[in-house]
């Protein structure tokens, strides 16, 4: 099931790379430009037909695709003399802004069904659930009881009572049970689980009295909590040092997914867009400060589960959720990637989408203060100039890429590490 799950991810991230160009193909000839390839792969052709004036083919290397658009910049040289009232920069700014962003539109497009099928078929992440660490200070302290605590703590080996100094959880010890709700601690009221926590690790180790409800029914335990290291609760990353613990951890009885019915599923598809653009911008933000995590994962280091991934991490992680059943984070991480490919490519860059729009309305821009100023319109922008600023950009993307996808062999995350 693994080898299915990752054959199916790959395919579906593939199949929306050939509809991102099928998206530049349709709006191209719809508004009149020539569209002379079109072409699901790259490398040796494996076979090709012609339809009209286009070409339809399959390249051997399934890693994207292509279509060429007859004369896509003023400097391409070759354009027939016949084609040239057909060529792309030709054509108004407006019409060549949709047929560059046609492609991004697509992966939109893409995740918006995905989202809906999800909502409708699968199931999304409930939303009364805690997202954020502060979201989850601000829950009810409903509790999981852990069997064993660990005194040393470590990140490379389970715990297991008796070994390493790990010892039986205090609470469990106790008598308290999965998804009591502590109400006090030594008679101080308890709102939330962000103040359970604040007050276990506020006292010293021994003796305290936990006031709790377990299914409506008030009940008291005494519960002898022990130290153990633990790093900051508002920095899981940051030093440890020696706290009071009792062993147990927030849950909830809330559902972890929920489905909706045709209608409703609209207003979760528009709650999931926030949420997946909002963390698609934030992680694109923190993406220079990941790459040194990046590059020890690689030399040896734990990898960090919030550093970026290759189309082939995808593709991994996709086969591990279909490998449990978990077709939820399936369609989940295959919205992210349309999302994240969607506005990646729309970054005023060449030789993404976004750096041919951003020209193009450089260009209107300045023939329209040109003719203000009573000045000779300076004409089409030479991209010749800008080959060094495109291949530098070609080349932070390709060591970039090569650094996820090594990253990804070496060392990959786990849908059950993240």
């Avoid at 080898?3 to 579906?12: D, N, T």
């Avoid at 070759?78 to 991004?104: C, L, N, Y």
């Avoid at 290291?229 to 706290?243: A, D, I, Y």
Wanted: glycine residues 10%; aromatic residues 10%.
């Amino acid at each position: 099931m693994f080898a299915v799950g990752f054959v199916a991810f790959a395919l579906a991230i593939l199949i929306s790379v050939s509809l991102h160009e099928a998206g530049h193909m349709i709006t191209a000839k719809r508004f009149g430009m020539k569209v002379t390839k079109y072409f699901v792969g790259f490398g040796p052709t494996v076979f090709s037909f012609r339809r009209g004036e286009t070409e339809y083919g399959l390249k051997l290397i399934p890693l994207g695709g292509f279509c060429k658009i007859v004369g896509m910049t003023p400097q391409d040289d070759d354009v027939d003399p016949a084609d040239e009232p057909r060529a792309m920069w030709r054509f108004p700014v407006w019409k060549r802004t949709i047929v560059m962003a046609s492609g991004s539109v697509t992966h939109f497009l893409l995740a918006l069904v995905a989202m809906y099928f999800a909502a409708v078929a699968v199931g999304v992440q409930n939303p009364a659930l805690p997202v954020t660490a502060t979201e989850q200070r601000e829950a009810p302290a409903q509790i999981q009881v852990g069997d064993c605590v660990q005194i040393n703590l470590r990140d490379n080996s389970p715990c297991a009572v008796g070994q390493n100094g790990d010892v039986k959880g205090p609470a469990a010890v106790a008598g308290l049970k999965t998804d009591d709700i502590i109400t006090a601690i030594n008679g101080k009221p308890i709102a939330n689980y962000g103040q359970l926590t604040d007050t276990i690790r506020s006292l010293p180790a021994g003796a305290a009295q936990f006031a709790y409800s377990r299914a409506g029914q008030p009940g008291t335990a005494t519960i002898n909590l022990i130290a153990a290291q633990r790093p900051p609760l508002e920095n899981p990353k940051g030093p440890v040092t020696q706290v009071a613990v009792a062993g147990i951890n927030w849950t909830t009885t809330e559902p972890l997914t929920v489905t909706y019915g045709p209608v409703d599923a609209f207003g979760s598809v528009g709650q999931q867009t926030a949420t997946i653009v909002s963390g698609t911008f934030a992680a694109m933000k923190r993406i220079p400060e990941k790459i040194p995590a990046l590059w020890h994962s690689i030399t040896g280091d734990e990898r960090d589960p919030d550093t970026p991934i290759s189309v082939l991490g995808a593709s991994r992680l996709g086969a591990e959720a279909a490998e449990a059943g978990l077709w939820e984070i399936f369609i989940g991480i295959f919205i992210s990637l349309n999302v994240f490919i969607g506005i990646f490519n729309l970054l005023p860059l060449l030789p993404l989408d976004g750096g041919h729009i951003a020209i193009a309305w450089y260009e209107r821009a300045r023939s329209w203060l040109y003719s203000k100023l009573k000045r000779p319109d300076p004409g089409r922008v030479d991209y010749f100039k800008l080959m060094p600023l495109t291949y530098a950009v070609i080349l932070i993307g390709g060591a970039f890429t090569l650094l996820t996808v090594t990253a990804d062999v070496v060392n990959p995350i786990s849908i059950f590490s993240r």
